[in-house]
């Protein structure tokens, strides 16, 4: 095991999923357009030497030129998405942080 000052912090993630809901384009009090989007996950995954079905709805925000893409994409498209989690303030709940897209 190593030390703490050691370790380093990763917080990616790499996800296909389909846009199931999409907010309306909001702004920051700086102007920085963000979006809302709710994400669908399907797939399969080998666990225990056994194959499991997994599905995830995941609450999503994206922001920028980021977000301005994503709003012009159509519900039930499906794309590989990049970026991080984090929890907003004073929450428990994850949200992911989408940092670019590409088609599936």
């Known amino acids: 095991m190593t030390t703490p000052s050691a370790t380093v912090a990763v917080n990616q993630l790499v996800l296909t999923a389909q846009i199931v809901e999409s907010s309306t ?3 920051t009090p700086s102007g920085v357009p963000a979006l809302n989007c709710l994400l669908e996950h399907a797939s399969e995954a080998l666990e225990a030497s056994q194959v499991r079905q997994v599905k995830a709805l995941l609450k999503s925000v994206s922001f920028g030129s980021v ?3 994503l709003a012009q994409q159509e519900i039930g498209s499906s794309w590989l998405f990049k970026g991080f989690l984090a929890s907003p303030r004073g929450t428990k709940q994850l949200v992911f942080h ?7």
């Not at 989408?98 to 599936?104: G, I, K, S």
């Open 25 to 27: 384009m909001r702004y």
């Open 67 to 69: 977000a301005e893409r």
């Open 98 to 104: 989408v940092q670019e897209f590409a088609q599936n």
